[in-house]
């Protein structure tokens, strides 16, 4: 209460002082203030007797931030200060119409901060980022931490240590989120933390101006990068609620769910509806922007004309048409052709990429395609509450690896991006022995790790031997995508079902 008091006299001071004008400075700190203040940073969740014990056998919630102190998060702060940062905003500031207003290095800047530091960047007044030491500062340097996913602490940290946090007549779904919490058991909630910043929304993004200026692609898969994530939390626990028990007799160990789970595959089809909404929104976010670039580059494939001219082995990736790169052949490229794809949601789709690959994308058809983004990315959100069943799961495999799915998504041009999306598809829809025999388990294990190999980055013989690295899929051909969809189909398991037929069903609720 005192803190708002003082709050309030401090922004009329400021009218006294300055005038109207400065009203709105003052209201902005203020309500930044309020927002910030919600954090109360790594410290708070870190004790010995809360997350912080270095005793495993109190278990993984007890000394969960001793393993997220491990993980990539913890340093995303920390990496801002390396030369390679600085070099990336040096450059990105040099293109921006008000350079010489923005901070001169990187870790004081919001364009980098937004997505690198706890609590979020765009609740922080610029005039407290440059404080060094500032228990701002300090907060912000243990870089994406608790409260960056599960929501501001200071009005649920006190009450989610008690028992009447678990009782849900008390704190109610609507309480928490009220709170602040941002409920991340459950998988839809969970990737859309990670698609704000590893996708983009409407107060970050990484551009193609961005990129440009040397800052690494984001190429965000959920159901990959869940599971080479440090878990901190139970994975067990998420693997439980996809297991169907009808398959087994008496109790389960650890070992027995984790192999029975299709986790991995709700995971993929969450990532996948998930990662096109966030695009979807974003386009529509950046087609209603005036200042904003028109068309976004980094919504293309980038291999289309990102191509090596000196390599000898010839053309590399061709584009569907001279001067035509394809829109849309990374983030959730694969999201239609999931159970429940009606043909509106499809055509929509179809039609949104056909305005964005027509190239030139005037600023007129912003409008347009900005209408077109918002419907698409609704009919997606309502899509994520219908889990895959395992039937579907194997036709689908099935589905996915048919070089007639390949030729039509690709437009007749397979390209390595497609190409990727479907190995992380198999990978991650290769649910369990349940769909398997142990014989046809290892086949696909080695048939997956083939196509792997295929899609990973590889230096051309040209440059063996000097330091140039490939950073792009300058060996890939259009005859690696056959050799790649060939092993996709020995990995999958027979289908159970015309997939078509099951790809077509009648949804009891929501359609996609």
């Known amino acids: 209460m005192n803190q708002k008091i003082s709050q309030i006299g401090l922004a009329l001071a400021v009218v006294i002082l300055v005038g109207f004008d400065g009203l709105a400075l003052a209201q902005e700190r203020v309500v ?98 440059a404080v060094t030491g500032s228990d701002l500062q300090t907060r912000m340097s243990y870089g994406v931490g608790c409260e960056s996913c599960h929501g501001p602490a200071r009005d649920w940290i006190s009450a989610h240590a008690t028992s009447a946090w678990q009782n849900p007549s008390i704190w109610t779904a609507d309480r928490k989120e009220a709170a602040g919490f941002q409920n991340t058991e459950d998988l839809v909630t969970r990737a859309r933390m990670c698609a704000s910043c590893h996708v983009g929304d409407d107060s970050r993004e990484v551009n193609h101006d961005l990129i440009a200026a040397g800052h ?100 590399l990736l061709k584009p569907g048409s001279t001067g035509q790169p394809q829109w849309g052949t990374w983030s959730g490229v694969l999201a239609t052709e999931l159970p429940l794809a009606s043909d509106e949601t499809i055509a929509l789709r179809s039609e949104l990429a056909d305005k964005m690959s027509s190239f030139v994308v005037r600023r007129g058809t912003g409008a347009e395609v900005g209408r077109l983004a918002d419907e698409y990315a609704t009919m997606l959100e309502t899509a994520a509450s219908q889990p895959l069943a395992k039937a579907e799961i194997a036709a689908l495999m099935d589905h996915l690896s048919q070089d007639e799915t390949l030729n039509r998504l690709a437009s007749g041009d397979p390209n390595w991006e497609l190409t990727a999306q479907l190995y992380l598809a198999a990978a991650a829809l290769r649910t369990g022995p349940t769909l398997y025999t142990p014989e046809q388990w290892i086949a696909s294990r080695d048939s997956l790790r083939s196509a792997r190999s295929i899609l990973a980055f590889r230096t051309p013989s040209i440059y063996l031997g000097s330091r140039r690295q490939a950073t792009s899929p300058v060996s890939f051909r259009p005859r690696d995508a056959e050799i790649v969809l060939e092993n996709l189909r020995s990995a999958a398991p027979a289908p159970l079902g015309d997939p078509e037929v099951i790809r077509r069903r009648s949804p009891p609720g929501p359609t996609l």
């Open 216 to 315: 690494p692609r984001l190429f965000f898969e959920l159901a990959s990068y869940h599971e080479r994530y440090p878990a901190h939390w139970d994975r067990s626990k998420d693997q439980r609620k996809y297991v169907d028990r009808s398959e087994f007799e008496g109790s389960l160990s650890r070992g027995d769910i984790a192999r029975a789970s299709t986790l991995k595959a709700e995971l993929w089809r969450i990532g996948q509806l998930v990662s096109a909404e966030s695009t979807a929104r974003l386009t529509a976010h950046r087609a209603g922007n005036p200042d904003a670039p028109w068309p976004e580059f980094s919504e293309y494939n980038c291999y289309s004309c990102h191509q090596d001219l000196l390599n000898p082995e010839g053309s």
């Open 32 to 129: 930044s203030a309020e927002r910030t203040n919600r954090y109360l940073g790594v410290p708070s969740c870190s004790a010995v007797a809360c997350h912080g014990s270095d005793v495993a056998a109190d278990g993984i919630i007890a000394h969960s931030f001793r393993i997220w102190n491990n993980d990539p998060h913890a340093g995303a702060f920390r990496v801002l200060y390396g030369d390679r940062s600085q070099k990336i905003w040096t450059n990105y500031r040099a293109t921006l119409p008000d350079a010489e207003l923005q901070p001169k290095y990187a870790y004081e800047s919001r364009a980098c901060i937004v997505c690198h530091a706890d609590p979020p960047g765009t609740s922080i007044p610029k005039s407290q980022l």
